[in-house]
């Protein structure tokens, strides 16, 4: 008899019975043991940005957790709602931040039984807009031996290079997770990997990057208890859009369409920076320009329509991955955006997933009307015991869409409900 409560009186009734129907039947009781031991806080980390920072960490046992948090170690008046079921692997955003601004936080985790522990304060500062980092720190474990070696990081590689992707590889003398960071400058700015799954080979794929341009990337990873390795700095450079080799840093531009393509990169670049006050001058001119009554609307919709997805950044989905709860045969997905934005769930069972397409899922579903930075859609009515693959995406009222890599779950087994028993045509045998 397994998963039962702590501290709990029971009572059972054996039976027996021979071949011949005689049965035989004795009752009895019993009390669990009390549980008195607190959960083990470990491996904490954090994931920050410039108005989000995503908080994880690891429980020795199945524990409910929050995060107290505030401007100040000595007040953390703030709260982040409580994990609503029992975990091991903890993550909680906290949004809504101010950039470059220090925050302190604390974790409390308490096990089903009421014990509680309470880690020690820690730490994060927000960074510029635009930037996101990961940092580490560690909570010994009193109970265990201590651990202190950082895993050693070796045999960095970089394969499978296309125009919008590529494959970063890398082994550890000893178990850790896989994190990578990546970006155009020393400086990164975005995060790709698996923070709950340790081992000692590692290989995380890089997508939706642009081609013909050099990233910089450093691995991570750290081990169970909270101790990080990293490589040192790598670069490697994305095919151009027909698959050949960048062959000088600034390779010169053939085609007309690649020469117009650069120029309205050129543009919008400019206009990205650009101060809000010559924006509006600029919209003003192009309003008030004659010619623009001889555009057609097709035109000037779909021109319009291509501005405004170029405008600003692609919203950033906070954390490793989206956290997905499953009961029976229906499963809610959640996760948090860095801006106000909408948010799709495209998911399919994995017997009708087709990687490598352009639409590899069947199925998409919208979490509602309104936007925000927080997102919960309900996937229902899914087979039972059957594994589906998932993606989220969000995005703004202007600007390019933001989406997460793909994922998995497996719904419940559930079994058939049984009513209305019955015996008849009872007789002496």
């Avoid at 950044?313 to 955006?337: C, D, F, L, Q, Y």
Wanted: aromatic share 8%; proline share 4%; net charge negative.
């Amino acid at each position: 008899m397994t998963s039962l409560l702590p501290n709990t009186l029971y009572y059972f009734r054996a039976n027996s019975a021979d071949p011949s129907g005689n049965v035989a039947s004795s009752t009895g009781q019993f009390v669990t043991v009390a549980d008195t031991t607190p959960p083990v806080i470990s491996a904490t980390s954090t994931i920050v940005n410039d108005t989000a920072a995503f908080i994880n960490w690891a429980t020795d046992e199945l524990a409910y957790g929050y995060v107290n948090y505030g401007l100040s170690a000595d007040a953390l008046t703030n709260q982040v709602a409580i994990t609503s079921t029992t975990k091991t692997s903890h993550s909680l955003p906290i949004t809504g931040l101010t950039i470059l601004t220090p925050y302190f936080y604390q974790i409390i985790a308490a096990d089903p039984s009421a014990n509680t522990t309470t880690a020690p304060t820690l730490s994060f500062t927000t960074l510029a807009a635009g930037f996101q980092n990961v940092t580490v720190s560690r909570i010994i474990d009193n109970t265990q031996p201590s651990d202190k070696r950082a895993p050693d990081v070796s045999n960095l590689k970089v394969t499978a290079i296309s125009a919008f992707g590529a494959t970063v590889t890398w082994d550890t003398d000893e178990d850790g997770n896989s994190l990578v960071k990546y970006g155009r400058t020393v400086n990164y700015g975005s995060l790709a990997g698996d923070e709950s799954t340790f081992g000692s080979s590692h290989s995380i794929p890089l997508v939706n990057l642009n081609p013909g341009t050099t990233y910089h990337i450093k691995a991570i990873s750290f081990d169970k208890g909270g101790n990080i390795g990293e490589s040192t700095d790598q670069t490697f450079t994305t095919l151009n859009i027909d698959g050949t080799i960048v062959s000088s840093v600034e390779e010169a531009v053939t085609s007309q369409e690649e020469k117009d393509r650069a120029a309205n990169d050129f543009m919008l670049d400019k206009l990205k920076n650009a101060p809000t006050r010559l924006l509006s001058s600029i919209i003003d001119a192009l309003i008030n320009n004659e010619a623009f009554k001889n555009v057609s609307d097709d035109v000037a919709v779909r021109s319009f329509a291509q501005f405004a997805s170029q405008l600003g950044t692609a919203p950033t989905i906070v954390g490793i991955r989206p956290e997905v709860t499953v009961h029976g045969n229906a499963a809610t997905i959640k996760w948090t955006t860095d801006k106000i934005t909408n948010g799709m769930v495209s998911f399919a069972k994995e017997t009708e997933y087709l990687a490598g397409s352009d639409h590899p899922y069947t199925t998409t579903i919208v979490d509602g009307d309104t936007l925000s930075n927080i997102h919960t859609v309900e996937l229902t009515s899914l087979d039972s015991a059957t594994r589906y693959h998932f993606q989220v995406f969000s995005k703004g009222e202007i600007g390019p869409s933001g989406k997460s890599a793909d994922y998995t779950f497996v719904t419940e087994a559930v079994l058939p409900s049984v009513t209305d028993v019955k015996v008849t045509n009872i007789n002496a045998n």
